[in-house]
């Protein structure tokens, strides 16, 4: 597996699982993803993207997009992109 550093979160509201990322390259619904940090790492694939409450298909960089996420990211967490 492959990994390509797409953005970084830059905040993560934890009653509702959201991290907001600031991108630097497209991202789309159905990739796989790994955030990373120093509290440690979660791979996941992207269902549910939003920008300013509106669901998005993709995105693309200079855009921050909300991504549901399975458990809690940090604000400065590397976003990457995972290919085979």
Do not use: C, W
Request: charged share 30%.
């Amino acid at each position: 597996m492959e990994k390509k550093p797409i953005g970084k979160v830059i905040h993560f509201f934890n009653k509702i699982s959201v991290a907001v990322v600031e991108l630097s390259a497209e991202l789309r619904n159905g990739d796989r993803i790994s955030v990373e940090g120093p509290a440690g790492v979660l791979e996941q694939a992207v269902e549910s993207m939003q920008i300013e409450k509106t669901p998005v298909e993709k995105a693309g960089s200079g855009q921050s997009v909300g991504l549901k996420v399975d458990s809690r990211v940090k604000e400065g967490d590397v976003v990457y992109l995972l290919t085979e």
